[in-house]
């Protein structure tokens, strides 16, 4: 499948949303969140404001345009800290696909890119939080060098050294 991964721009703020729903895991069997979660302001806070400093997302595309899945990386603060949060100065990454182009190789491709960006802006490490039954992201996400560090409620905190890991 041939596609293209370009900066998230004001445009695709909509589709963020989308894909900010759809990357809360729901385990198989289990009946969807409300799409008023994305009103929880724990939630909100992964979106809302987009591109404040510090904001980096990037969106693939099919060849007609039509988007296919985001990541993003965001700074939260220690008295907003997000799921995944370690630290005021390391970024946290949120990705989704829509569900008709996961497992095709473009989460890795979307990671690698976010991956060579943080690096270039100097970004030493990023976090993110990830149900532990998502058995998928969880593999994506440790081909990628992120590491157990913690758990918030039912999710994994995870933490990858982007310096060390970008070999990928």
């Not at 404040?52 to 700074?75: N, S, V, W």
């Not at 100065?89 to 979307?110: K, N, W, Y």
Request: without cysteine.
């Amino acid at each position: 499948m041939n596609y293209t991964i370009r900066p998230i721009t004001d445009l695709d703020i909509s589709f963020m949303w989308e894909m900010l729903y759809e990357s809360m895991y729901v385990p198989e069997g289990q009946k969807p969140f409300s799409r008023d979660i994305l009103q929880d302001p724990s939630i909100a806070k992964y979106a809302e404001h987009w591109g404040r400093d510090g904001d980096i997302g990037f969106i693939a595309l099919t060849e007609d345009g039509q988007p296919m899945g985001t990541i993003t990386a965001r700074l939260f603060q220690e008295n907003s800290p997000g799921y995944g949060y370690v630290g005021a100065d390391v970024p946290e990454l949120g990705m989704a696909l829509s569900q008709a182009f996961r497992g095709q190789g473009i989460g890795t491709a979307l990671m690698r890119t976010l991956f060579e960006e943080l690096q270039n802006n100097g970004t030493t490490r990023v976090s993110l939080s990830v149900d532990p039954n998502n058995t998928a992201a969880v593999k994506l996400y440790q081909r990628f060098g992120f590491v157990e560090v913690g758990m918030v409620d039912t999710s994994i905190t995870m933490v990858a050294d982007i310096q060390q890991q970008f070999s990928i």
